[in-house]
């Protein structure tokens, strides 16, 4: 759909992935669904019935329920990979299709990176609102000569062409559709990170016997991670950076203690002395993120029961732009309640995979145990992205969030009684959450004025 627009227009992914969530629904009242359900969907229920009802209110039943669609998909994505992935074979092909679809985006990324700048004519064909991007072959240090010797009457910028009709922006790399940021390429990358170091570790065998590693994994291991860390670079991500050295760290500290501290910063530093920009476009970035966060802080003084609606961050602020946060583009349109429930549905996600990893069953397949430690990993290094990103309504980061409850039922097919619930300790903690991730917010938007 991103390559072919035309095959936008059928909406056969919305199609396929309704169909699918009501055929769940069907197996699940017939009782076909195995372990029961996991602890997060009351908490995605919450959250989802939450935004609806508050856009609607605010917006009234027409246009409040246009833009909640904008959440609709990405809980359909959740509740289908919760319920289609529940066993340890299904969880691995899906990593690895995690790792190729990364890397995939990498090659394209790099290949971009590597064309010279060249003029990119903005067109804008009638009843259309976004441009069409035509490059026109002549290279260019920036849009103002374009426009001097362009044969478009309209507006140009100065831009890498790479392939399936992907262009940078401001030389920055990037994807389309889901992935049309850098920051988001970036955040991608890092996500699976954790999945490569889980297929280059040491197999098990459910009795315990060293399988030692698979020659073949290990060179796709390698080449998947050099094409990821390489494509970071072109992408000149600062979140991107974080999240990487977040993932290093998480999947190496149970295995080689806090000693892997090092190896995060060996892995990440190199990458952050590559891709760092600075200069007048890094200052204004910052800049003009800060005035954003403060404005979305001051939005959500003046609506904080109910928020401002979903989709309505960018309408509602003088500067017209998106959050740019996610915990502050969250708590900004559904108000208190609904980031509390939507920190909760968090809190629970990472849960799970670190309650599997410190406390498994007995005779748990080790392959699962191993995804635990790389999920909860991959998790939280997405969760740290996320902070400078508007994502969290995307599809792809449900996702993530669904791989744990699948995870969870894959666990409880082999070990009935095992159970994750939700404690007094964990209401704390999600308020904790709740509370601290405002308070960076605050202090974020405080560091540039």
């Known amino acids: 759909m991103d390559i072919w627009s035309w095959m936008g227009k059928l909406h056969a992914l919305e199609v396929f992935a309704t169909v699918t969530a009501i055929g769940i629904g069907v197996d699940a009242s017939r009782g076909r669904r195995g372990a029961g359900s996991s602890p997060q969907l009351p908490w ?16 009234g039943v027409d246009h409040g329920a246009k833009a909640s669609w904008a959440i609709t998909l990405g809980p359909i994505f959740m509740v289908l990979v ?20 990364a890397a995939f985006v990498s090659g394209v990324a790099i290949h971009q990176g590597m064309q ?4 990119v004519a903005l067109i804008l064909e009638d009843g259309e609102t976004e ?15 374009c426009e001097q010797g362009g044969t478009h009457a309209g507006d140009y910028m100065c831009e890498r062409a790479g392939l399936f009709g992907t262009f940078s922006t401001q030389g920055r790399v990037r994807w389309r559709g889901q992935l049309d940021d850098p920051n988001e390429v970036a955040v991608l990358i890092g996500a699976v990170v954790p999945f490569l170091i889980m297929f280059a570790a040491k197999r098990k065998s459910k009795e315990g016997e060293e399988l030692g590693r698979s020659p073949f994994a290990t060179a796709v291991v390698i080449a998947c991670l050099a094409l990821g860390l390489w494509a970071m670079v072109y992408t000149q991500s600062r979140g991107g950076q974080l999240v990487l050295g977040a993932v290093v760290l998480m999947a190496s500290i149970r295995r080689f203690g806090w000693w892997s501290v090092l190896g995060a910063v060996a892995v990440t530093l190199p990458i952050a002395l590559l891709s760092w920009r600075e200069g007048d476009a890094a200052e204004s970035s910052s800049a003009e993120r800060a005035e954003i966060l403060n404005e979305g802080l001051l939005m959500l003084k003046g609506h904080p029961i109910l928020g401002v ?8 602020n003088p500067m017209n732009m998106a959050a740019h946060n996610s915990y502050l583009l969250v708590s900004t349109e559904t108000g208190v309640f609904g980031y509390v429930v939507w920190c909760g549905l968090i809190w629970i996600s990472v849960k799970i995979p ?17 995804f635990a430690d790389a999920l909860a990993a991959s998790l939280i290094g997405m969760l740290v992205g996320v902070f400078f990103l508007s ?6 980061f449900f996702v993530w969030l669904g791989l744990a409850g699948a995870l969870y039922g894959a666990v409880r097919m082999e070990a009935p009684d095992f159970r994750v619930r939700f404690t007094g300790k964990d209401f704390a903690g999600t308020m904790a959450l709740v509370v601290l991730s405002l308070a960076f917010v605050r202090v974020a938007a405080m560091t540039v004025r």
């Open 309 to 316: 609606g979903i989709g309505q961050f960018a309408s509602e």
């Open 44 to 59: 995605l229920a919450g959250f989802f019935a939450w935004a609806w009802l508050v856009t609607i209110a605010r917006h």
């Open 82 to 101: 919760v319920f289609a992935l529940r066993d340890a074979a299904r969880l691995r092909k899906a990593a690895w299709l995690l790792i190729a679809c």
């Open 116 to 119: 010279p700048r060249q003029c």
């Open 354 to 370: 670190l309650a599997i990893a410190r406390n498994p069953p007995e005779n748990l397949d080790p392959l699962l145990l191993r």
């Open 131 to 145: 441009p069409e991007m035509e490059p026109d072959g002549r290279e260019c240090e920036g849009a103002r000569i």
């Open 391 to 396: 994502f969290v309504y995307k599809s792809i």
